[in-house]
């Protein structure tokens, strides 16, 4: 008989594991990512034309502001915003003891309190707020006979990782500037802080750089290939038409990193060099190594041999392109980071170019492996008089890379001009 029990016992247990994890994930008390801590309460509280929000200072008023507007659109009522007053049900009180991006939501019948020690602790709890709220909160038209409640409780929450990522890529299929800015949205009731922005590879150059216009006008345009799967796509040819595509202008990038900053994110641009350049290359061909012979397009697949096109390691103007690039970047993205890639450099054309080999030559480099990866956050690191603002990937860093000593060289000799 106990053994029967027994395996009653264990044929039962995932069906109590399950309502256990159901019930963490109750229509009533659902927020994403789960808090460190939810207490239930007794209740409801209702927003209304009356409801007041209390804010200590400029900055807290700027996300309570973005909050109220989901109301103005959705429910057809605008709630008070009352700055560097107590008097209102929804109010915000800082607490220094509070650990960054941490925040205390006390929701009850007749009021709402939320502490935090910075700006991204309230603005979270807004967040989580609105994830109580009814779904119809994200509706774009007023809509009727809903009560905008939330359940009563106290929640606690702080971040388990700094760093809560999303890798977008515009450049396999190019993505509005309003599609980005909805992205963004529902990244931050998420509570994702960080819009890792993919803008270059060798199938399209999607941000505007005023220096050179080419690569926007013909970088940013490939053929179309739609009709068959990315990795079996055929390589341009010259003369064929370019319809698929899509860049960002400069006042959008902007308008994109103000907004993504409004809502505690942050946008890091990626840039990659020397490889996954077809669409740079494509627009100023004099750029790769002089040996290459095909037909430079962006491409609009893997790409087969094409992808080995890289920038050229010996061509001295190379190396003046790829800075004023950066100085453009730079002036456009307050991140401290910028991603220059630095992966799947194959030395191909490099091994070949007369100029490549006579700067390995004239600087005693060495080339050693097949696959050749250089990064260049190492080099970059030393263009601007801010050190910091520059990270990259790759599987290793070659220190006697051509491409890498070069860019170097010069970028330590007009960062030392700058700093005069």
């Not at 109590?16 to 808090?35: C, E, G, K």
């Not at 989580?128 to 606690?156: C, Y």
């Not at 697949?301 to 001295?316: F, Q, T």
Request: aromatic content about 10%; charged content about 20%.
């Amino acid at each position: 008989m106990k053994r029967y029990i027994l395996i009653i016992l264990i044929l039962l247990s995932p069906l109590t594991v399950f309502l256990q994890a159901d019930n963490l994930t109750s229509p009533l008390i659902s927020i994403v990512p789960r808090p460190t801590q939810i207490v239930p309460g007794s209740g409801n509280f209702t927003f209304s034309a009356k409801t007041a929000f209390a804010v200590e200072n400029q900055e807290q008023a700027v996300i309570a502001r973005n909050f109220i507007d989901l109301f103005t659109r959705a429910a057809g009522i605008t709630p008070a915003l009352n700055v560097g007053s107590k008097e209102g049900q929804i109010r915000f009180v800082t607490d220094s003891s509070f650990k960054p991006e941490a925040y205390l939501l006390e929701i009850t019948p007749q009021q709402i309190l939320i502490k935090a020690s910075d700006t991204k602790g309230f603005f979270y709890a807004l967040q989580s707020i609105r994830q109580l709220l009814p779904a119809a909160i994200e509706s774009e038209q007023p809509v009727q006979n809903i009560a905008w409640s939330v359940p009563a409780m106290t929640v606690q929450d702080e971040p388990r990782f700094g760093f809560r990522g999303l890798l977008l890529d515009p450049v396999r299929c190019f993505i509005p500037k309003e599609n980005v800015l909805r992205i963004i949205d529902c990244m931050a009731m998420l509570k994702i802080n960080k819009l890792h922005f993919h803008l270059t590879d060798d199938n399209g150059w999607r941000i505007e750089i005023k220096k050179y216009p080419r690569l926007t006008e013909v970088g940013a345009w490939r053929v179309d290939r739609t009709d068959v799967p990315f990795h079996s796509r055929r390589n341009p040819e010259r003369g064929e038409l370019t319809p698929i595509g899509g860049f960002y202008t400069q006042e959008e990038i902007r308008e994109i990193v103000a907004y993504a900053a409004d809502r505690q994110i942050e946008v890091i641009p990626e840039i990659d060099v020397p490889a996954h350049s077809n669409a740079a290359l494509a627009a100023y061909p004099q750029f790769a190594c002089p040996v290459v012979k095909d037909f430079i397009g962006v491409l609009p697949g893997l790409g087969g041999r094409n992808s080995e096109i890289i920038y050229c390691a010996g061509n001295d103007s190379v190396f003046t392109f790829l800075q004023d690039v950066f100085d453009e970047i730079l002036e456009l993205f307050p991140s401290r980071y910028i991603h220059v890639g630095g992966d799947e450099a194959r030395k191909t054309n490099w091994e070949k170019c007369p100029l490549c080999q006579a700067r390995i030559r004239k600087e005693g480099l060495k080339l050693k492996n097949r696959m050749y990866l250089s990064l260049l956050w190492q080099v970059l690191i030393v263009c601007m008089p801010i050190l910091h603002r520059y990270a990259g990937y790759l599987t290793r860093i070659f220190t006697d890379s051509v491409f890498t000593q070069s860019f170097y060289t010069r970028c330590f000799q007009r960062d030392m001009v700058a700093r005069r």
